[in-house]
């Protein structure tokens, strides 16, 4: 059984394993455009990583939008690893920092084949669904604790 660890990290400091993770899964497995993907917003992100016997295996990224809305995107995990909860931690670890950060509202842009997967973890759907580097998408939120939540559906990045 592999050792997972999860850690929030800078992308100046983990760019080549970030790079690693979302070019298996959003390039090769779905046929995404990498000028799309890498598309200019990693620097300023706060990114979280999943190691695998010192191996990165599953990454995302928090964009901070306002200060009271944050998207939480890029969210991939290697074909091999999945289904084992990896996803889900990725996604909670992201939501604690943010809950720490008093933010007010996290959303994400789902691929559709995975709105029950952001339903299991709190997020609403938001919006009518649209297509995003021609994937159809669904914008989802979550409201954090002790927070007002903003109510006004936006498909902004």
Do not use: W
Not at 2 to 17: G, R, V
Not at 40 to 57: E, K
Not at 115 to 136: I, Q, R, S
């Amino acid at each position: 059984m592999s050792q997972f660890s999860i850690q929030i990290t800078a992308y100046s400091e983990a760019a080549a394993d970030i790079q690693a993770v979302r070019t298996a899964v959003f390039h090769q497995e779905q046929g995404i455009d990498p000028a799309l993907d890498f598309d200019g917003y990693d620097a300023a992100c706060q990114h979280i990583l999943v190691y695998a016997n010192h191996q990165p295996i599953g990454t995302a990224r928090i964009r901070f939008l306002t200060p009271q809305l944050a998207k939480i995107e890029r969210v991939a995990v290697l074909a091999d690893y999945r289904g084992q909860g990896i996803g889900s931690q990725i996604v909670q670890t992201a939501v604690s920092d943010l809950d720490q950060k008093n933010i007010a509202e996290s959303k994400v842009h789902a691929q559709i084949h995975a709105t029950a997967f952001y339903l299991k973890l709190g997020f609403k759907p938001c919006g009518a669904a649209f297509y995003e580097a021609g994937l159809p998408h669904q914008e989802m939120r979550r409201s954090h604790p002790n927070r007002s939540p903003i109510t006004t559906p936006s498909r902004v990045e």
